[in-house]
């Protein structure tokens, strides 16, 4: 597959061939996204009439919950029809939720972004893609790159956490293993979906430019600079303008700004939509509003389709207008080798899957956080030992999977309690058969040591999947603490997808382990980890808070004028008097079982680069994998700015006493920041630079520029 601008001039040649041969119908036609479970024959007869460019591959507007299969055979014989009998033979894009896995599940995308690994992201990615090239799909609805700062917003866990420049990198991370597999990556939703008020789907946003620009922006920026090839439109307004309907944002800003050249998908049904939002008086306004502003694509609402034919005859879409939507659909379909068909593409087999449980068993280790280990209680020895395991995952499996896992399977995933027994068939494993609390006390008695698997339901994650109260249900907390009565040996872990408030799970365990929704092996990296066969290395990429009321809580908030940065530590004033300030755990935390000393931080500027170093050590009795983090905060400036922000990040391995010096090389222009119109701010002054393993780390370095 082809970045847009690496199509040759003889594929751009044949896109204007076309935009000159194309009736309007046929124009049209490119821009309409029906739903494939509309009704077959129907369906069939709009493909024959040229009135389908593509077909999205989802059920209903909650694909993410609500997954069927996307039936080949017949999406084969639409194809044919659509190349032989539409008017001009122009293939069906098909598109469809490849999220975080296609039949092999990776962990959701927040657990993704624990890891910090951005080799393994694209990986993943790129497998997923092959996966799904095979049931012929050729578009998918990812990487999502919405920055959360609310966990109880549910889609948070499609996300990458609450920090633009690590959401940026494993966006561009996804967008490569999918492009460079074959299939075109979406960057959505433009934008900050994720500030929805309250955590609240679909809801209103209240964002400022400055905030937009500098929080909400990056990652989409990045996606363009990376070729991504299509971009979908978010549900909200943002301080009352409707994202669908705004051509400030879509064109002014994505399209002439940033210069994206692939087409604007809008999401479900969001042209229809602007009519209950207030933006338009009716269907036909909402395709004017839409497409003038630089909506491409219509996904299901049919406002296209339906008015576009009339509001091109009378002026209220221009011509120009019209084929530029069209010529940005035509070059997606050229660079995905949709124009060379049938030509270049053999038939479609069934597709055989072979499931890669090794890839997705290094992912999923690769993500799993390390909340606490008091007393050094983890790894587990593999002998001589009595384990009691507890807990309402214990056999769970199709919550491992996550929300929006559209083709995995739960019966492929893996079940944590086997995992166990496998990993260490030496101990002695003592179940509470009858699974009552009584028995699961009972079993703890008897153990040397308790691992309890706790969760949350993957029907609780995702889209319009709110959460008000983030703690594990009463039952599992119940169970935690009948448990503790008569064993503090307890190792927790946690298959969650959204962040949760852990303060009761961590006063009552020795040991947390952040597990999430890791996928098909997510199961034997837990179980891994637990024996100490992997090492855990994620780091938190959202911090998680001690009480839903401190949200929201985020580690790059602006400084303030009175003395109250609680998040790094004891400030003169306190922000709560009912509650800690401190987060539960903050952004770019996450324990390991070796330890690491860092040294003295080093500044010197050459040229336009800033390089800080520092030198690390493993002071422990194990090799890790550290990701050292490099923060900066600024000078003076006519902006309040961040109190710092993660600038760069490296992945480092270290053997039991190596020494490595890490080197991080800043350049001047990645400290600048945007005004809210848009104008770069390079501020002059004393810029501090902190080193270390996590967000609140207080070694640092300053420099004058
Ligand atoms: C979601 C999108 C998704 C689309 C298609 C919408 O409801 O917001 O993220 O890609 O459905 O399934």
Redesign the pocket.
Known sequence: MKLIKDLSQREFDRVEELLTKMTLDEKIGQLNQPNLFDDKAALGDLVREGKVGSL?L?YS?L?GTESRKSQLGFRQELQRIAIEESPSGIPILFGR?VIHGHRTVFPIPLMQAHSWNVDLVEKASSTAAKEAIADDIHWT?AP?MDIARDPRWGRIIEGFGEDPHLASEMAVAMIKGFQSAGIAACA??FVAYGASEGGRDYNTTEVSDYTLRNIYLPPFAASVRAGVLTV?ASFNDISGEAVTGSRRLLTGLLKEELGFEGFVVS??DAVGQLIRQGAAADRRAAAAIAINAGIDMDMVSNCFIDHLPELVKDGTVSESRLNDAVRRVLLVKSAVGLLDLPDNRTPMQAPVYELNVQLAHDAAASGMVLLKNEFELLPLPVQEKKIALLGQFLNEQRSMLGSWTLDGRAEDVQVFEECMKQTAPELIFINAASGSADAAVEAAIQADVVIVALGEDWNNTG?ARGHAGLLLPDEQLDLLCAVNNVNKNIVSVIFSGRPLIFDEVSQLSKAVLYAGHSGTAAASAAASILFGLNDPCGKLSVTFPRNAGQIPIYYNQRSAGRDIDNYYGKAVFKNYQDCEDSPMYPFGYGLQYTTYEYGKPEINKVDNTICVSVDITNTGKRTGIETVQCYASYPASEFVRPIRELKQFHRVSLNPGETKKVEFNIEINDLAYFAPDGKLIHSKGKYVFWIGGCSTVTESVTIDI
């Open positions: 999205v989802a507007a694909a939720d609805f999502m959505k939703h979908m999401d479900w889209e």
